[in-house]
C-alpha cells in the first residue's frame, strides 16, 4: 500500500515534518535530494519555492514544479521517525 500524506509542513533547513494517514510522523531532510539529484536544486536558487510545494489530489506525491517531486513512499521509508 502507498502511504498516503495526511498533513505536511516545511520547517527551516529544507526539512519537512510529514504526517501519514495512520500515524507515522517524520522529519524528511530534502538537502540529501538537493545534493545528488539535479533538478533538486532549484529548490536552493529560487526564492521561496521550498515552501510552495502542492500535494497532489492522491496525497501520494509532494511536488514543487514539473521537474522537482518527491513520493511519499520514499518520505515514509526514508524520513526520520519523530519522536
Do not use: H
Not at 500500500?1 to 495512520?22: A, E, G, S, W
Not at 536558487?45 to 510552495?52: D, G
Request: hydrophobic residues 35%; contains cysteine; charged residues 25%.
Amino acid at each position: 500500500m502507498i502511504p498516503r500524506i495526511k498533513d505536511i509542513q516545511p520547517l527551516n533547513d529544507y526539512i519537512l515534518f510529514v504526517r501519514f494517514d495512520d500515524g507515522r510522523e517524520v522529519y524528511y531532510d530534502v538537502k540529501s535530494d538537493i545534493s545528488t539529484i539535479p533538478s533538486f536544486a532549484n529548490l536552493l536558487t529560487e526564492v521561496n519555492l521550498f515552501k510552495n510545494f502542492q500535494l497532489d489530489p492522491s496525497r501520494t506525491c509532494v511536488t514543487w514544479s514539473e521537474e522537482i517531486d518527491l513520493p511519499s513512499d520514499s518520505i515514509y521509508e526514508y524520513g526520520q521517525v519523530a519522536n
